[in-house]
């Protein structure tokens, strides 16, 4: 009996299979996955035949709109665009959703008798199989219509609609197969978790671009990115295709090669790595080197130097280590930094930009202070044996909001300095970084009471539920209720910087810096001096309450 070995061929002698051998299994194999991944359940089913759907009907109606623009002026600006936001999409979704489709996984072949080329062509035969070549095969039919003239650019436009897809399928296949070591760790797992907020940010960009393509210029604005991309594959295959209607046959046939040439290099790039996984080593097999772990133990404790000694130092250590290791902490803490970011510069961009929307940012962080013990999960039962007094709570307590705040402080104020410089309203940056010290220590003062009153367990077997079930009512009093009285503590400060705008006493505004961060301080410790009693007097509840779920 032959076994198989890694790429590279079949161990025992027996010939490698070839490529007409090859791609007709590999195309059963990805119908057959597709089919027994639908008999899971029904609602699988009418998930799937809904996305057909709805891609049919999104690509008819991107196509139809394409032809109707044929013989725009902005035509050709529009269709090269189009199809290089398309190609970035298929370069990053790999990264965000590995396991959304089983053969994008090559390590599943590593103990098949085949040789690397015959691999590579046939997955890529099937991976022509689906809504997203399907989608892209029609922008492109699309796009082809829109900016063709002539017989010369028909016939350079059959030959460019399949080279797009092909690009672009084979582009996904090669950035999952460079980089599927990552995609299936724990840090590849993180950037999964992160692929919401990176979809989130992107939609508000492409909003911004939709709002901007609906301008008096319209489509005018994007020729300056149009003359960039024309010579980027893909879509320099479509604009070879509006210089063959324009008689410039030697730009078509330079852009045409440039595009056969892209795909020859990403399937040499697919094929090396694919030979690469398949026949090195991985660091799992690997022992480390002493030299390295010589190096590591001298390296000495890092970030613990600069953190103060005692109880507070170590509170504030294992709170920056959970915010950089754990998933769910790790995208509640990067959403809420790159959002507060985010808001300025979008409302900024649609005109209605003012320096207070950097309070954003103090906020978002704030809310990290919520359910601190949740967050801890089961571990929080370790913390929990060293509290026997108030004086123990008052210390973690205060480990954890200091953590924030070591993050929260500078970052706020940095976002309120690029803020008011992006904006020129350097006048309104002294009471706009006071309100926003202020919001901050509000929302740590409220967050610890709240951690101590109304904790909750988040779930940790799923990277979509952050409340247990049953639990959605306490989340909903921690968060609404310590979100209105944070907001009720900020009202002194609101008011003050009201008063002097109205009252005429603008050269006193900058009063609110101090006041706001001496204000926000003080709301800080006295909300810790609140909550520690509470949290020694209710631990046993709190360990009830996080270890559901």
């Known amino acids: 009996m032959v076994t198989g070995g890694p790429v590279g061929g079949p161990v025992g002698g027996a010939p490698a299979p070839s490529l007409s051998a090859v791609a007709p299994v590999f195309v059963r194999l990805k119908i057959t996955l597709l089919r027994n991944g639908l008999r899971q359940s029904s609602g699988r089913k009418a998930a799937f035949i809904a996305s057909i759907v709805i891609t049919l009907l999104f690509a008819s109606g991107q196509m139809l709109g394409l032809i109707a623009l044929r013989g725009h002026t902005h035509a050709p600006a529009l269709v090269v665009s189009a199809i290089t936001l398309v190609a970035l999409g298929?370069?990053?979704?790999?990264?965000?959703?590995?396991?959304?489709?089983?053969?994008?996984?090559?390590?599943?072949?590593?103990?098949?008798?085949?040789?690397?080329?015959?691999?590579?062509?046939?997955?890529?035969?099937?991976?022509?199989?689906?809504?997203?070549?399907?989608?892209?095969?029609?922008?492109?039919?699309?796009?082809?219509?829109?900016?063709?003239?002539?017989?010369?650019?028909?016939?350079?436009?059959?030959?460019?609609?399949?080279?797009?897809?092909?690009?672009?399928?084979?582009?996904?296949?090669?950035?999952?197969?460079?980089?599927?070591?990552?995609?299936?760790?724990?840090?590849?797992?993180?950037l999964a978790v992160l692929s919401g907020l990176i979809i989130a940010v992107g939609a508000q960009f492409v909003n911004i671009g939709a709002q901007k393509l609906a301008s008096p210029d319209g489509l005018g604005i994007l020729e300056p990115v149009a003359d960039v991309v024309r010579w980027l594959p893909p879509a320099s295959a479509i604009d070879a295709v509006q210089a063959a209607g324009d008689g410039a046959y030697a730009r078509a046939a330079v852009q045409l090669l440039a595009n056969l040439a892209a795909l020859a290099l990403l399937v040499r790039w697919w094929?090396?790595?694919?030979?690469?996984?398949?026949?090195?080593?991985?660091?799992?097999?690997?022992?480390?080197?002493?030299?390295?772990?010589?190096?590591?133990?001298?390296?000495?404790?890092?970030?613990?130097?600069l953190l103060p000694p005692g109880r507070t130092g170590t509170v504030m250590l294992r709170t920056l280590r959970y915010a950089w290791r754990d998933p769910k902490m790790k995208a509640a803490w990067a959403t809420s930094l790159a959002i507060g970011l985010m808001l300025p510069v979008v409302t900024a961009v649609q005109g209605g930009g003012s320096v207070y929307t950097a309070c954003w940012s103090a906020g978002l962080l704030g809310m990290q202070m919520y359910n601190q013990f949740g967050q801890d999960s089961s571990a929080f039962w370790m913390v929990a044996q060293t509290i026997s007094s108030p004086r123990d709570a008052y210390l973690e307590l205060r480990g954890r909001a200091l953590a924030l705040g070591a993050v929260a402080v500078p970052y706020v104020t940095l976002v309120v300095l690029g803020s008011a410089a992006f904006l020129s309203q350097w006048e309104a940056f002294p009471e706009a970084l006071g309100i926003s010290l202020g919001l901050l220590g509000a929302l740590l003062a409220t967050g610890s009471t709240a951690s101590a009153l109304y904790p909750y367990s988040i779930p940790q077997d799923s990277g979509y539920k952050n409340v247990a079930p049953g639990q959605v009512g306490l989340a909903w009093i921690s968060i609404m209720g310590g979100m209105v009285v944070g907001a009720l503590l900020c009202a002194p400060l609101l008011g003050l910087t009201i008063w002097l705008h109205t009252s005429g006493g603008h050269a006193w505004l900058w009063l609110i810096l101090p006041l706001g961060a001496a204000y926000g301080l003080t709301l800080t410790a006295l909300g810790l001096r609140f909550a520690a009693p509470r949290t020694a007097k209710r631990l046993p509840e709190i360990l009830t309450a996080v270890s559901k779920g």
Request: with cysteine; aromatic share 4%.
């Open 90 to 190: 298929w370069a990053v979704m790999p990264l965000f959703f590995p396991s959304g489709d089983e053969t994008l996984d090559p390590t599943r072949l590593v103990m098949l008798p085949l040789h690397p080329r015959p691999v590579v062509v046939s997955l890529l035969v099937a991976s022509l199989i689906g809504a997203g070549p399907l989608f892209t095969f029609m922008l492109a039919l699309g796009s082809v219509i829109a900016v063709a003239r002539g017989g010369a650019a028909v016939a350079l436009g059959v030959i460019a609609v399949p080279l797009v897809t092909l690009i672009c399928v084979t582009l996904s296949r090669a950035v999952a197969a460079g980089n599927i070591r990552l995609l299936t760790s724990r840090k590849g797992r993180d």
């Open 271 to 305: 094929q090396h790595s694919l030979t690469r996984l398949m026949t090195a080593p991985d660091g799992s097999t690997l022992q480390a080197s002493t030299g390295a772990e010589d190096k590591a133990a001298d390296s000495g404790p890092g970030l613990a130097r």
